[in-house]
């Protein structure tokens, strides 16, 4: 290919990867107004610059159009990358890093894609002048290797299933002493089995058709956990793998207007590599840590929980582990609600000798009584 027609693919690329990333953002406005309507806003405004940039790209490669290109999708990755590591300092959840997933990946790397290509374009018309080009075969083959590319990742990124569970969860749940099926949360109409929304699923699962393997194997899970995990009853060893107390302690103070923690029934620590490892049930590398926090500050390991980022959970471990979602309050106001990622709880109670006691591992609310048993919750 001349140069010319390598600034004309630059072109056709950019423009493409900008279109896409346009809409995608267009796809999820819907939800982020759910969040906060000011996000919504964004996404939509973005998503009309982007399309507007692109037809513009595509039909007037201008040293001026294309920097404006790269300028927004270079501007809108920087802000990615921003919400995913410190967190926006505005919104309901300001401060708070989201978790990364699947959508916003492949939007960030169009975008990466199409702010290359534009600064390419910018830096060959001002070194050498305005393109003359005419259409050739490599140029159509180019073209069509990109649009194949762009549509098939933003079908993929708008597929995506779920919203990641990274602030949804309660870090006050109370905890249940004994409670069986029903109790709390769910009332008669809770379901024992399957997953589903957390406040319609019952505490227990129902294990009554438990095979004796399904039961061995879900007594191996708890035993391995518990053994995987034993060395984060220190925080400070919980601390250095990247399970961020001080950070968990400082989002419940925010949750709490400030107000400083005494007891904390269910503090959720949660890990950002072991989030977006794609690895799902790994004893090894659970997504959060539960901690039981004392009103003197004492913190005592009493749980794992699973996330299942932007994926359908497995089946494994069936009928004992379920999973569950929340309704995530959106913008304060607006009474509208919105879906957080699948999650399930793994709690470290003596796992008995029958399903029936093993069950208690499984409680969407810390089993109380059978925690205060568990050699591991108090060691």
């Known amino acids: 290919m001349s140069s010319d027609e390598t600034t004309m693919a630059a072109v ?125 075969r490599s140029l159509a083959v180019v073209t069509g290797i990109a649009a194949v590319a762009v549509v098939a990742a933003s079908g993929v990124a708008v597929a995506a299933p779920g919203e990641p569970a990274g602030h949804g969860h309660d870090d006050d749940m109370t905890m249940t002493a004994g409670a069986g099926p029903g109790h709390e949360h769910g009332g008669s109409a809770g379901t024992d089995q399957g997953n589903g929304e957390r406040h319609v699923m019952a505490n227990l699962p129902d294990v009554s058709g438990a095979t004796a393997e399904q039961t061995a194997a879900a007594r191996a899970l708890v035993t391995t956990l518990e053994s995987d995990t034993r060395r984060y009853r220190d925080v400070a060893v919980a601390t250095r793998a990247g399970y961020d107390v001080d950070a968990a302690l400082k989002h419940w103070r925010q949750k709490h207007d400030g107000r400083q923690p005494g007891q904390i029934p269910a503090l959720h620590v949660p890990q950002q590599q072991a989030r977006t490892d794609g690895r799902l049930v790994d004893p090894a590398a659970p997504e959060t840590l539960i901690y039981h926090r004392a009103a003197d500050g004492t913190m005592t390991l009493i749980g794992v929980m699973f996330t299942a980022e932007h994926q359908q959970p497995p089946s494994s471990y069936q009928p004992f582990l379920r999973w569950h979602f929340h309704q995530k309050p959106a913008a304060a106001g607006s009474g509208a609600t919105k879906p957080t990622g699948y999650m399930t709880h793994v709690w470290f109670v003596d796992p008995g000798s029958t399903a029936d006691s093993l069950r208690y591992a499984f409680a969407m609310s810390p089993p109380k009584a059978q925690l205060l048993a568990s050699p591991g919750a108090n060691a």
Do not use: K, Y
């Open 12 to 136: 056709r690329i950019g423009a493409l990867a900008t279109a896409a990333a346009g809409a995608i953002h267009f796809a999820v406005a819907g939800e982020h107004f759910h969040e906060w309507w000011v996000f919504g806003v964004f996404f939509l405004v973005l998503a009309v610059a982007q399309a507007v940039l692109a037809v513009r790209f595509w039909a007037l490669p201008e040293a001026r159009v294309a920097a404006m290109t790269a300028a927004v999708n270079l501007t809108t990755v920087l802000l990615w990358v921003a919400s995913r590591t410190t967190g926006l300092p505005i919104g309901p959840e300001a401060g708070s890093p989201e978790a990364w997933g699947v959508t916003d990946g492949v939007c960030a790397a169009l975008e990466v894609a199409a702010a290359v290509a534009a600064g390419w374009v910018v830096h060959r018309l001002r070194e050498a002048g305005p393109v003359t080009w005419r259409p050739t």
